[in-house]
């Protein structure tokens, strides 16, 4: 009788694993459908932060609201513009992710930004957007410092 019980616990212990493991599995898909699923706006800012990372000053200049397009007469002004202007640490990130946005109308929202910068600094950012005949597009961006350490 022993030996039944012990046995009966081995599968009851299998079986929790095996429960275990596939919840696991599904919480894992869960997060990464979650991470694929930027809302439209979201894709707008990942492009321009890429973009400035590379050097890519046309790349981020086409990501630029109608006003920053007729302010600057280039690429290379808008790009020298948002260095001198104290934004290198968004060029300079190692990573970034969003927090809160706030839909503000049908074609405006405000979306919170997280950046670990190159000297492990913690940077947040308010990326302001709307939604433009060649689609959404950055109005503004407010950064400041936040307190602790990125890894």
Known sequence: MRLFVTGVR???????????????????EDQASEAAALEPWQSVIT??????RSKDAAGAFSYAGAGFQVTFPSAEAFFNAIVTAGYAPIMESRSHS??????????????E?????????????IYMLAEEANGWRVQGVQLAKAAGVGI
Do not use: H, T
Request: charged share 15%; aromatic share 12%.
């Open 113 to 125: 930004v997280k950046f670990v910068g190159n000297d492990q600094g913690l940077y947040s950012a």
């Open 47 to 52: 492009s321009q932060i890429e973009a400035f």
């Open 10 to 28: 081995l599968v009851l212990v299998g079986l929790l694993a095996a429960f275990l493991m596939i919840g696991m599995a599904a919480r894992a």
């Open 98 to 111: 969003f927090g809160k946005f706030q839909k503000l109308g049908d074609k405006a929202v405000a979306q």
